[in-house]
């Protein structure tokens, strides 16, 4: 994704002032094109990878700027920086469209007014600070207070918000005055009458679920995946596969080589690694060229600085380590694949209410218990009792259906921060594409039968019938069990084995994690502990703000082992404070 800056500001001097200043530290990564357009009160600068989709169009007392692919459907075609003008700033007064794809783009009339937009589920982040005379948008709040009219303060909402859903809440963040534009929403601002958020696209509830037989969902949940793979990637064009050793990316790769397309995977991971193991093995099925990252974790400590600086906690701070791909990336072809959220309705079953939900495994954030304890009382005790209200408010208000309110609530909050997070990391390298960002798909998605999808039912029977060669080879879920979708009788033979033996096993620890997430994750590895060390100095820092007696049990000094039961769910809220203390040294 680009990391981009675009503001309206009449004071022509304070605007050129501050579009200089931002050119000069907008880039987030090195090697970088640093690129701007400037027509009126408007000003729009960007640092994006060379091979970034980019189109832009200035005319008179206008400008239009798309980072990224808008396609509007039915095919593959991409809408111009000219065609989006037209279609968000119409003669006739009509409601601002929608597009598939990753995209953003910004959308400016001198007479009309600004017109701000993302992808359907808002994962391209869009961040705004506006008045009734001034708007500045960027994909990083990071700048906005190189603007004078913009101060960076704490907002206590924000961080409220942020420590118990693990995502923003109704788009506040860190810095007072700043709100992170919502899912499905675009933003319009007109000089003297200031900014308001639009729905724009919200995944439909079905009245009732698509009907038929299995084999029936099977068809159309198939046809759906192929049409997305059909539409977002270009055709007769070399592309990238963020290959896994899992079934999302092995059933895209099975699409990629209906179409013909050549394409070269890139996985993760150590070459001992189970994940690594499982995707070599689809490569050599595929005979595509493979290439594996080995992930540094002498980088964790720059990592961490650079998502605390630019992210500041709007995507977690979980998913630091995915910078380190970006120079991977960039020997891809200019677009990568990436079976990012593909998943969403494809997991286990989640309780339908609300303290369960919050209560269960998949809640990243803090409990209000805890926060009780963390945050200063004087400060804070309100707010917590506000935002958690309004937290259960949002979270009955997700959807109509029982069914499927957990699955809405945490795809508009912590899937949207978490795993939604990664592409903005990922463009730098190589421009993500994402098929579950497929009107079509999604509708297709949440109309089918929960007995259908749940624990990824069709999905695996869509490789077993379709790709039948990719089946056969193991596949990584992210546990030991790594059985294909069509064993063998040897393999078979060997995975009851495995089974029988497992309990024997969990007594004798095992001397190497070959688990990739199960390593990546332990807040305990080397990786994280340096995090830890390069975050203490500013600890302090939060002494106004929290108990710092209960901060040190929450994040112990660097030394101190943490104790975890599973590598990949524990230490979340750890390391939240982590980026948190990072953050604070330029901003506390």
């Known amino acids: 994704m680009a990391n981009f800056i675009a503001v309206v500001d009449r004071n022509g001097d304070r605007r050129n002032r501050f579009l200089q200043t931002i050119r000069n530290e907008i880039a987030p990564v090195d090697s970088l094109r640093i690129d701007s357009v400037e027509v009126a009160d408007f000003g729009a ?11 832009a169009a200035t ?62 589920l808002g994962l391209f982040p869009v961040y705004y600070a506006a008045t009734a005379d001034v708007i500045i948008v960027g994909s990083s709040p990071e700048l906005f207070r190189r603007h004078p009219g913009f101060p960076a303060e704490l907002s206590r909402e924000g961080l409220t918000g942020l420590l118990l859903v693990h995502a923003p809440l109704d788009g506040r963040v860190l810095l007072s005055g700043v709100q992170r534009l919502e899912a499905g929403h675009v933003l319009r601002w007109r000089e003297g009458k200031g900014a308001s958020e639009v729905l724009q696209f919200e995944i439909p509830v079905p009245s009732q679920s698509i009907g038929g037989s299995f084999d029936d969902h099977l068809a159309i949940l198939d046809a759906a995946s192929s049409d997305a793979i059909n539409r977002h990637l270009p055709p007769n064009e070399n ?8 079934r999302d990316s092995r059933q895209i790769a ?38 594996v990252k080995s992930l540094d974790y002498s980088e964790f400590p720059a990592n961490a600085e650079r998502q605390a600086k630019w992210e500041q906690l709007g995507s977690g701070f979980l998913n630091l380590h995915m910078w380190s791909a970006v120079g991977a990336l960039r020997e891809l072809p200019p677009r990568v694949v990436s079976g990012y959220l593909r998943d969403i309705r494809e997991i286990e079953p989640m309780p339908s209410k ?38 259960r408010q949002v979270y009955e208000e997700a959807c109509v259906l029982d069914r499927q309110r957990a699955t809405r609530f945490f795809l508009a909050h912590d899937w949207r921060s978490h795993a939604g997070g990664v592409p903005w990391k990922l463009s730098f390298g190589s421009w993500p594409v994402l098929p579950i960002l497929d009107r ?62 497992e309990p024997i096993r969990r007594r004798f620890p095992r001397r190497t994690e070959r688990r990739y997430f199960h390593r990546i994750y332990d807040i305990n590895n080397p990786g994280w502990s340096a995090v830890r060390r390069r ?54």
């Open 254 to 291: 099975g699409y990629l080589r209906e179409r013909g397309d050549k394409f070269r995977a890139l996985t993760l991971g150590d070459a001992t690694d189970l994940e690594v193991r499982c995707a070599s093995a689809v490569a050599r099925r595929l005979d595509v060229p493979h290439s």
């Open 59 to 120: 005319s008179t007392g206008a400008s239009t700027v798309i980072w990224g692919d808008a396609i509007p459907g039915p095919g593959p075609e991409r809408l111009d920086a000219t065609r989006l003008y037209a279609a968000w700033h119409p003669r006739e007064r009509r409601f601002p469209r929608a597009f598939d794809g990753f995209y953003a783009a910004v959308c400016y009339d001198e007479m009309k007014g600004l017109v701000v937009g993302a992808d359907l």
């Open 535 to 588: 975050a203490e100095p500013h600890r302090e820092r939060l002494g106004g703000l929290m108990d710092m007696d209960v901060l040190r049990k929450l994040v112990p000094p660097p030394g101190e082992t943490i104790p975890i039961e599973h590598k990949v769910r524990d230490g979340v809220g750890t390391k939240e404070l982590l980026g948190l203390m990072l953050w604070s040294a330029d901003h506390l």
């Open 354 to 391: 609300f303290d369960d939900v919050l209560g269960g495994t998949r809640h990243r954030g803090f409990p209000v218990e805890t926060l009780r304890r963390l945050l200063k009382r004087d400060l804070f005790d309100e707010l917590i009792v506000k935002q958690e209200a309004r937290l």
């Open 239 to 246: 592309v990238g596969l963020m290959l896994t050793g899992g």
């Open 440 to 501: 079509a798909l999604l509708e297709v998605l949440f109309a089918l039968p929960d007995e259908s999808l749940f624990n990824r039912r069709a999905e695996e029977e869509i490789i077993r019938r379709r790709f039948p060669d990719l089946a056969r080879v193991p596949v990584d879920r992210n546990s030991y069990d790594t059985l294909p979708l069509l064993p063998s009788p040897a393999q078979r033979i060997r995975h009851r084995l495995g089974a029988a033996l």
């Open 45 to 55: 600068v960007w640092a994006v990878s060379e091979r970034a989709p980019i189109s």
